[in-house]
């Protein structure tokens, strides 16, 4: 690497907006998230697959295929 030109790349502390704090390291020493791993709801399992107006089903019967059981 070149010397002098890259940023100083050290210790970083990212802080969600629910509280969690993260220590890393980055070329930001500061950061502040909206959503991270302890409460996005993928994560948690909050998540929830929809099947919207039954999508899946109107896919099937559309395409002449039947659902697998």
Same mark, same amino acid.
């Given at each position: 690497?070149?010397? +002098? $030109?890259? *940023? *100083?790349?050290?210790?970083? !502390?990212? $802080?969600?907006?629910?509280?969690?704090?993260?220590?890393?390291?980055? !070329?930001?020493?500061?950061?502040?998230?909206?959503?991270?791993? =302890?409460?996005? *709801?993928?994560?948690?399992? =909050?998540?929830?697959? $929809? +099947?919207?107006?039954?999508?899946?089903?109107?896919?099937?019967?559309?395409?002449?295929?039947?659902?697998?059981?």
């Amino acid at each position: 690497m070149k010397k +002098d $030109i890259h *940023p *100083p790349y050290g210790d970083a !502390t990212i $802080i969600c907006a629910c509280g969690n704090v993260i220590k890393t390291r980055s !070329t930001v020493k500061e950061m502040h998230i909206n959503t991270c791993s =302890q409460c996005h *709801p993928f994560f948690t399992g =909050q998540a929830t697959f $929809i +099947d919207t107006e039954g999508r899946v089903e109107h896919f099937m019967k559309r395409y002449g295929r039947k659902a697998k059981a």
